[in-house]
C-alpha cells in the first residue's frame, strides 16, 4: 500500500459519495467494491482534507461529503 493507491481508493469513495446525501458503510462498500481496512484508510485521507462527514445512526456509520 502506497499513499497513491490510498488517493485512488479515496477518490472511489468521494465519487460513490458524490451526488448521494449520505451512504452507510455497507453501501459504500458495496458500491466501491473495497475491502474494509482499505475503506478506513480512505476516510482518512478525506478527513484529513475536512471532506467527509462520519456519523452513527443507531450503530451504524453513516458517510456523507462535507461540500
Known sequence: MNIETIGSWAGLVWN???G???MN???LKKAT???EKDLY???GWLGREGKLNI???EGELVLSLNK
Open 33 to 35: 467494491k473495497l475491502k
Open 41 to 43: 484508510a480512505a476516510f
Open 55 to 57: 456519523t452513527e445512526v
Open 25 to 27: 458503510f455497507k453501501a
Open 20 to 22: 448521494v446525501e449520505s
Open 16 to 18: 460513490a459519495l458524490d
